[in-house]
């Protein structure tokens, strides 16, 4: 079965840095947009980064200069370099895939079961 195999996430300090990283497992066809979300207790889950099928990164407002996101074996993996983290960055942060399973095929979301990022003292 196909699935989104991630990494990282821990607890690190206000002002720290953390990677993240995901990567497709399984056969497929190609791969879209992949990225990242998040989720806070209590509130939506929300998008912090992604890497679009035209090559381009899209970041969340919040995130913009302090998080990098990166793309490699044609969107099949992508890493999220986290850099000056504050206390508001703690949240599930859940991986995401638009994929195409085989040619002609529909596209499909697919998510990996999520890393918990908390940033705290």
């Known amino acids: 079965q196909v699935q989104l195999v991630t990494s990282g996430g821990g607890l690190v300090q206000p002002g720290g840095s953390l990677t993240l990283s995901c990567a497709v497992s399984?056969?497929?066809?190609?791969?879209?947009?992949m990225g990242w979300y998040r989720q806070a207790p209590g509130k939506e889950r929300e998008l912090v980064a992604v890497?679009?099928?035209?090559?381009?990164?899209n970041y969340a407002v919040f995130v913009r200069g302090r998080f990098t996101i990166s793309s490699s074996n044609d969107r099949r993996m992508v890493n999220l370099q986290m850099n000056s983290l504050k206390p508001e960055d703690t949240a599930v942060y859940y991986c995401?895939?638009?994929?195409?399973?085989?040619?002609?095929?529909?596209?499909?979301?697919?998510w990996g079961q999520g890393t918990l990022v908390t940033v705290s003292s």
């Open positions: 995401n895939a638009n994929v195409v399973y085989r040619y002609n095929a529909p596209p499909t979301e697919i």
């Open positions: 890497f679009t099928s035209g090559g381009s990164a």
């Open positions: 399984g056969r497929i066809f190609s791969t879209n947009a």
